[in-house]
């Protein structure tokens, strides 16, 4: 890609990582992850990823430092240890085309979770064993797509976690979590210093996006773009499968 365009690109993913953070939309964040893959391989896309999302979590941290629930918290993270294990093994071991795939199928199944759990209707319970489950699948598709978000927040609805414990909490799991997968995406080579260094000027779009999410939270019809971005994150994952 030409420069211009990949920092064109890399800006309104950093916008729209700052509004999922905000709490726009919560399919912000699986849909970056397909935006980025349709215009750069599946691996690198992945690495650039993370540092962006690293320096969301950190202003998302400094709004709800310390509202999360310590003991949930702590069994979510144990299980996502071994998610981020698996994940970090298939990322390192398959081929790009085959990441792509593993991506778009992740996307997707995260499409459905994210329905199911806006409904309420999730199977689950506040018992360790689905703890162990969540943090495990969420674990696991956060390292080989960035879309861990809704077997945690389904595992938190069903435990009955208050509303402000619930954001804190998962702010605080995902912040964790994508430091822990640091180690894991430099043994899989995700990362490209290059690319790094030279799109790092577009990440301040970043905190702009945060900035405006929560200006924009209130004004906007939230249910209503969550659904078009549901629609392009379908989308996009089904030409992942299929390109």
Same mark, same amino acid.
């Given at each position: ?9 890399? /800006?309104?993913?950093? =916008? ?5 953070? +905000?709490?726009? &939309? *919560? #399919?912000?964040?699986? $849909? !970056? ?86 409904? /309420?209707?999730?199977? =689950? ?5 689905? +703890?162990?489950? &969540? *943090? #495990?699948?969420?674990? $696991? !598709? ?90 392009? =994150? ?10």
């Amino acid at each position: 890609m030409e420069n211009t365009l990949l920092l064109a690109v890399v /800006a309104f993913t950093g =916008l729209m990582i700052g509004f999922g953070k +905000a709490g726009v &939309a *919560g #399919t912000l964040g699986p $849909f !970056v992850t397909v935006l980025m893959a349709l215009v750069l391989p599946a691996d690198i896309a992945l690495g650039l990823l993370l540092p962006m999302l690293i320096v969301a979590d950190g202003f998302a941290l400094a709004a709800y430092w310390r509202q999360w629930d310590k003991t949930i918290l702590r069994r979510l993270l144990l299980a996502a240890l071994v998610g981020i294990a698996i994940g970090t093994f298939t990322i390192s071991s398959v081929d790009e085309t085959i990441l792509r795939r593993l991506i778009a199928l992740s996307i997707l199944a995260f499409a459905v979770l994210f329905v199911l759990t806006r409904g /309420a209707r999730m199977p =689950l319970s506040g018992e360790k064993p689905w +703890a162990v489950a &969540a *943090g #495990t699948t969420s674990g $696991f !598709v956060s390292t080989v797509a960035h879309s861990g978000g809704p077997p945690i927040v389904a595992y938190m609805i069903s435990a009955r976690v208050e509303p402000i414990r619930l954001v804190g909490t998962t702010v605080a799991y995902f912040a964790a979590v994508n430091l822990i997968k640091v180690p894991g995406y430099f043994y899989a080579e995700l990362f490209d210093g290059a690319l790094l260094l030279s799109t790092s000027p577009a990440w301040i779009f970043v905190p702009l996006g945060i900035f405006l999410g929560k200006r924009l939270v209130h004004r906007i019809n939230t249910e209503a773009f969550e659904r078009l971005m549901l629609l392009l =994150l379908v989308g996009g994952a089904v030409v992942l499968l299929i390109t």
